[in-house]
């Protein structure tokens, strides 16, 4: 009998004792990892899918300077082997020229502004999704913190097995193309 009360003491111990230690463990072990934030930034596919139109705007925008720079090289040798031929030019083409370049020079500005505000767009863009994506996996996965590392210094170091760039990248990628 005693020996029954014994091992029913060491059992309710021992169940009291795990149950102690995984209550502790869930209250005071916190699920930490980091992740690369320029390596899942290049290789999250709505990056890629971005810089892909922003390349096919910007080099529309550069065909037409182009064509414009060319005209205006084609007016200013036109022009100018008058004037070295001592040929009288119309004030109208000169005027003309003058208006051409300014407008060039306009547009030029103006598509490089643009070319700004677009590339920042298309960032915002891609930040905003790239972050509701790592929270999303975040909760999915019970991690408690998930830090970047940019290289500025707020992440100094952690081991390598902390380090789930992979696993986001593949989750955002899926995300973005819809499959859970």
């Known amino acids: 009998m005693k020996l029954k009360s014994l091992i029913t003491t060491i059992l309710i111990s021992g169940l009291i004792s795990f149950v102690a230690l995984f209550i502790y463990n869930r209250m005071y072990h916190t699920k930490t990892a980091y992740i690369e934030i320029k390596k899942v930034f290049n290789g999250f596919q709505m990056k890629k899918e971005l810089e892909k ?51 060039f020079l306009k547009l030029k500005k103006q ?15 891609i930040l905003a999704q790239l972050t509701q994506y790592v929270i999303e996996y975040g909760k999915k996965n019970n991690y408690d913190i998930i830090l970047g590392a940019d290289g500025n210094g707020s992440l100094m170091y952690s081991k390598e097995s902390y380090n789930i760039s992979e696993d986001i990248i593949v989750y955002i990628n899926n995300k973005y193309k819809g499959i859970d």
Do not use: C, W
Request: aromatic letters at 10%.
């Open 111 to 125: 598509y490089q502004e643009d070319n700004a505000v677009l590339s920042q767009k298309y960032d915002n863009q």
């Open 53 to 103: 139109e922003y390349e096919k705007t910007q080099k529309g925008r550069d065909k037409i300077l182009d064509s414009l720079s060319f005209n205006l090289k084609l007016m200013s040798k036109h022009l100018n082997e008058r004037k070295n031929s001592k040929i009288e030019i119309p004030k109208d083409e000169i005027y003309q020229f003058e208006y051409n370049r300014e407008e």
